[in-house]
C-alpha cells in the first residue's frame, strides 16, 4: 500500500516563526501536492511538485514555499507564520501522468497563536 | 478554471438506505475523477478513480459513474451503515493543469 506520511498531527507555533511541514512518501512517486484546508472553502492547492527541485504554484502560493531536494520528500515551508495560516495542511502523491491515483497522508493540523 | 461542486453539502439517513451522492463540474476537458472519503480531523482515503474513458467504477458497496459531456458524477452507496457516517470528496483532474480541484464535499450521517 502507498504511504504517505506527513511528520506532526498536531502543531502549534507562535507568530514570525518559521515552520517546516515535512510530507514523505515511500512508493517512488514522481508528482508531490500540498493542500490547506478549511471550513466553506474547501481545500485548495498551495504548491506541487512534478520531480526533484521542480515546482510549480497553486492557487494560494502566497506566504509558502516549498523545497523538494529527494523524490521522496516534498517540505511545505511557511517563511514567517501568521494567524491566516491556522489550517489543515494535507500532503498527497501519485505517478506522473494524468491517469493515476492520488494518495493523501494523515493531516497536520497548524495553529498559529 | 475548473469548478466542482457537491450537493447535497450534507445528508442524514437511516441504516440500510441506499444513497446517490452528486458531483457536478464546469470543464469537461478532464483526465480523471477521484472520490474520496474523510473522516473528522484525518486525511483523505480514496474509494474510486474513474478515468475519462470509463463510465463507472465498482468498489464493494460503492458504485460511482461518470458523464463527461454532461460534467457529472454520482457516488452510489448501497446498504448504508453508520461506519459509512463521513464527508466525501470528489475531485478531477483537467487536462489544463497537472493538479486535482475539489468539490467542497458532502458530509454524511448514517443513523443506527
Known amino acids: 500500500d502507498v504511504k504517505v506520511t506527513q511528520s506532526s498531527r498536531y502543531l502549534v507555533k507562535r507568530t514570525g516563526e518559521k515552520v517546516f511541514l515535512e510530507c514523505v512518501q515511500d512508493m517512488d512517486h514522481e508528482n508531490m501536492f500540498w493542500y490547506r484546508q478549511d471550513p466553506g472553502l474547501g481545500l485548495r492547492l498551495i504548491y506541487f511538485s512534478y520531480d526533484v527541485k521542480m515546482k510549480e504554484k497553486g492557487d494560494i502560493p502566497e506566504g509558502y514555499s516549498v523545497s523538494r531536494e529527494k523524490k521522496e520528500r516534498f517540505s511545505l515551508i511557511l517563511e514567517s507564520a501568521s494567524t491566516n495560516q491556522t489550517s489543515m495542511y494535507l500532503c498527497?502523491?501519485?505517478?506522473?501522468?494524468?491517469?493515476?491515483?492520488?494518495?493523501f497522508g494523515q493531516g497536520t493540523r497548524l495553529t498559529v497563536v | 478554471k475548473q469548478e466542482v461542486t457537491q450537493i447535497p453539502a450534507a445528508l442524514s439517513v437511516p441504516e440500510g438506505e441506499n444513497l446517490v451522492l452528486n458531483c457536478s463540474f464546469t470543464?469537461?476537458?478532464?483526465?480523471?475523477l477521484q472520490w474520496f472519503r474523510q473522516d473528522p480531523g484525518k486525511g483523505l482515503t480514496s474509494l474510486l478513480l474513474i478515468q475519462s474513458s470509463q463510465r463507472e467504477q465498482t468498489s464493494g458497496r460503492l458504485n460511482a459513474s461518470l458523464d463527461k459531456s454532461s460534467g457529472r458524477s454520482t457516488l452510489y452507496i448501497a446498504a448504508s451503515q453508520p461506519g459509512d457516517s463521513a464527508t466525501y470528496l470528489c475531485a478531477v483532474f483537467g487536462n489544463a493543469g497537472n493538479m486535482l480541484t475539489f468539490g467542497g464535499g458532502t458530509r454524511l450521517m448514517v443513523k443506527p
Open positions: 470543464d469537461s476537458a478532464i483526465y480523471n
Open positions: 498527497a502523491s501519485s505517478l506522473a501522468g494524468a491517469l493515476t491515483e492520488a494518495f
